[in-house]
T-cell receptor
Framework: DAKTTQPNSMESNEEEPVHLPCNHS???????IHWYRQLPSQGPEYVIH???SNVNNRMASLAIAEDRKSSTLILHRATLRDAAVYYC???????????FGQGTTLQVKP | KAGVTQTPRYLIKTRGQQVTLSCSPI?????VSWYQQTPGQGLQFLFE???????NKGNFPGRFSGRQFSNSRSEMNVSTLELGDSALYLC?????????????FGPGTRLTVL
């Protein structure tokens, strides 16, 4: 799997937008970009994924750079419940295998 | 639709014992993956099963094994437990075992080895 680089931690204020960056300069043309998050004492949960175009769902938006070497997960209005570790993952091939890095720990302040 | 379930949720064993953990995927999902999470190493991939066959394996010793049944339920077994095996064991299911699809994680089994 291609390697990803994320900041170790970020802080946000409640109800403000949060932009979580991820660099993946060795991404291949067929690698999807997945984001998962893990809330305290829970298993990871899927957030969003995309290939080339920007994607939106009820949880977040995913902005993908034109060269696909980086992407940004956007939480439009952070809540205290969004405090979690966010993982950017590039699974490859016909597989369910995910390689987790250290992720970004997001702290949301009231 | 019911989510991924894992049993038991908590387990305490002593060194040298063996343990079996169970995972029931979402109905219709054919791929089940297992992960180990520790404070020091984070989330690490153990193995993936698809249609009863092991398709991928992580870098873990042979003491860690698994299997998948025809109904897609999966078990993982750890023999000769060591203190370092204390961890949260998570399983995830995926409809087709494809990188296109999202993974659905269970709540995990917390294993403590004394």
């Amino acid at each position: 799997d291609a390697k990803t680089t994320q900041p170790n931690s970020m802080e946000s204020n409640e109800e403000e937008p949060v932009h979580l960056p991820c660099n993946h300069s060795t991404i291949s043309g067929t690698d999807y970009i997945h984001w998962y998050r893990q809330l305290p004492s829970q298993g990871p949960e899927y957030v969003i994924h995309g290939l080339t175009s920007n994607v939106n769902n009820r949880m977040a938006s995913l902005a993908i750079a034109e060269d696909r070497k980086s992407s940004t997960l956007i939480l439009h209005r952070a809540t205290l419940r969004d405090a979690a570790v966010y993982y950017c993952i590039l699974p490859s091939g016909n597989t369910g295998k995910l390689i987790f890095g250290q992720g970004t720990t997001l702290q949301v302040k009231p | 639709k019911a989510g991924v379930t894992q049993t038991p949720r908590y387990l305490i064993k002593t060194r040298g014992q063996q343990v079996t953990l169970s995972c029931s995927p979402i109905s219709g999902h054919r791929s089940v993956s297992w992960y180990q999470q520790t404070p020091g190493q984070g989330l690490q991939f153990l193995f993936e099963y698809f249609s009863e066959t092991q398709r991928n394996k992580g870098n873990f010793p042979g003491r860690f094994s698994g299997r998948q049944f025809s109904n897609s339920r999966s078990e993982m077994n750890v023999s000769t437990l060591e203190l370092g095996d204390s961890a949260l064991y998570l399983c995830a299911s995926n409809p087709y075992g494809s990188s296109y699809n999202e993974q659905f994680f269970g709540p995990g089994t917390r294993l403590t080895v004394l």
